[in-house]
């Protein structure tokens, strides 16, 4: 007998679009405790703003890919463990490296760290594809997203740090750098690697090996030019359309993770005549 996936599979509405509920958390939360800060002029504000500047929009982002209309692609559990262990081995390797590079080749150096800083945020989604692909079956998009969300927080928090204690710097400098990294986060580290691990799963899942190893390779070389072009640029307009290509490669990603995810979820049910 023929099979037909059933129309409609329950999941709460509030969680399927709880993305919508950080990012709206998430600015009021950066809006008050970054007033607060300055009405009081106390400096123990500062971590909670650098955080909560750093994670809205990237968590924002993981949630959406995360939520299909079946349910989460990625048991919670795992997610928490490529975000953290994802952002603090990948910022700690790339740092280590890319201090090296720079004592051996000076400015050329900038070359490198877009192989650097995407080869290391691979590292522990490798470890959770080899651990724990059953479960993950499906959603290397969400674990590449994790991966690159983890990174990116603390990358933000840090040029933050930054900009607050640069000679011309101060709060005004901290709050710009939090808001602009924020709203480009979706259109760097989180995109890169997110499309790079969607294809590592895709190259384990499908029986085309051939067309699985060539999407590999054209993601993590894609990843890695645009990067590049992105660190050895100030042009605005060539950031604007790195910017574009990278969300617009995150976003079909992503929803072609949600059909294929509902298709294999739904229930099925006879076919009829």
């Known amino acids: 007998m023929n099979q037909q996936p059933a129309a409609t599979v329950h999941y709460p ?3 399927r679009f709880s993305w919508t509920l950080a990012l709206a958390i998430g600015i009021i939360a950066y809006v008050a405790t970054f007033v607060i800060m ?3 002029r106390n400096p123990t504000m500062v971590p909670s703003v650098l ?8 968590l924002t982002v993981l949630l959406f890919a995360q939520s299909s209309r079946v349910g989460p692609l990625v048991p919670s559990g795992t997610l928490l463990l490529t975000v953290g262990l994802g952002g603090l081995f990948g910022i700690c390797a790339a740092g280590l490296e890319e201090t090296i590079a720079a004592l051996l080749l000076g400015n050329e150096s900038i070359l490198l760290v877009g192989v650097i800083e995407e080869t290391a945020k691979l590292v522990v989604p490798l470890i959770v594809l080899a651990l724990a692909h059953r479960s993950t079956r499906g959603g290397g998009i969400v674990i590449g997203i994790a991966a690159g969300m983890g990174f990116a927080v603390l990358e933000t928090m840090g040029y933050g740090f930054n900009a607050l204690l640069a000679k011309n710097g101060g709060l005004g400098a901290l709050d710009a750098t939090l808001v602009v990294r924020g709203i480009l986060v979706p259109a760097g580290h989180v995109a890169w690697t997110g499309a790079i691990c969607a294809a590592l799963w895709y190259l384990v899942e499908t029986s085309r090996k051939g067309r ?8 993590y070389v894609g990843a890695i030019v645009l990067h590049t072009a992105w660190d050895a640029t100030a042009s605005g307009s060539l950031h604007l359309l790195i910017g574009l290509v990278s969300v617009a490669a995150l976003l079909t990603l992503t929803l072609l993770a949600h059909r294929a995810f509902v298709r294999s979820h739904l229930p099925a049910v006879p076919a009829t005549a």
């Open 212 to 219: 699985g190893v060539l999407a590999l390779l054209v993601s």
């Open 38 to 40: 300055l009405l009081t």
């Open 51 to 58: 955080l909560v500047g750093a994670v809205t929009i990237p």
């Open 13 to 15: 509405w509030y969680l």
